[in-house]
């Protein structure tokens, strides 16, 4: 199946600081990428759609000065934690369909952010 | 807006036991509907999917079917062994705004199998 990677899994920051949160396809090119936000005991929430070329689409309360994403190739989109504060914590995942327009998500095994 | 409800965890069972774990959902069109697993320590992995109403998603002894009438897509498995003790993700998935299909998540049920 498809590899979705993620860089670093793990990373404590202090607070004002800016983190950047890596999304890699290994074996294949994704046009698309999308960001989640996960909170102990929720549900995945989308953040964001990642387009390669072009700005991000952020969903409805996400504030997209504080979470810059950029996709600049096909196989690598990154989201900037900005001016981290400790109410950002959280495990913040990625995914991306194979296939361009495909309803099939493979998904990286996330970064847990700690923001002290 | 769509979502999805699933039942909360966590889920204890015995090896060979039964499971069900019940999901339901919301949605305004036509969705497809998705079981992800995430193992300890990794990311979620597609287990079953349903494109259309009546469709029945399997894999690994796993089943779901889509029931557009009662909208529900239970998963069921007949003997749950210690290597299914993971987190279960309920998921539809329709288009949004462009060409991009959009994941709702269901909040994840832990199911922990005893040996």
């Known amino acids: 199946g498809a590899v979705v990677s993620q860089h670093p899994s793990w990373v404590i920051c202090k607070s004002g600081t800016s983190v950047k949160i890596e999304c890699r396809s290994l074996?294949?090119?994704?046009?698309?990428m999308f960001w989640y936000r996960q909170f102990p005991k929720q549900s995945l929430m989308l953040m964001a759609t990642s387009n390669e070329g072009s700005k991000a689409t952020y969903e409805q309360g996400v504030e997209k000065d504080k979470f810059l994403i950029n996709h600049a190739s096909l196989t690598l989109s990154t989201l900037t934690v900005t001016s981290a504060h400790p109410e950002d914590s959280s495990f913040y995942i990625c995914?991306?369909?194979?296939?361009?327009?495909?309803?099939?998500?493979?998904f990286g095994p996330g970064t847990r952010l700690l923001v002290l | 807006g769509d979502s999805v409800t699933q039942m909360e965890g966590p889920v204890t069972l015995s090896e060979e036991a039964f499971l069900t774990i019940n999901c339901t959902y919301t949605a305004t069109g036509y969705p497809s509907l998705f079981w992800y697993v995430q193992y300890p320590g990794e990311g979620l992995q597609l287990l079953l999917k349903a494109t259309k109403a009546d469709d029945k998603g399997s894999n690994k002894g796993f089943e779901a079917t889509y029931r557009k009438e009662t909208t529900s897509f239970h998963l069921e498995k007949g003997s749950v062994q210690v290597s299914d003790s993971a987190v279960y993700f309920c998921?539809?998935?329709?288009?949004?705004?462009?060409?991009?299909?959009?994941?709702?998540f269901g909040k994840g049920t832990l199911l922990t199998v005893n040996p």
């Open positions: 998921a539809l998935s329709e288009l949004g705004g462009g060409s991009n299909y959009k994941l709702t």
């Open positions: 995914s991306a369909p194979r296939a361009s327009g495909g309803e099939t998500q493979y």
């Open positions: 074996d294949f090119q994704a046009t698309t």
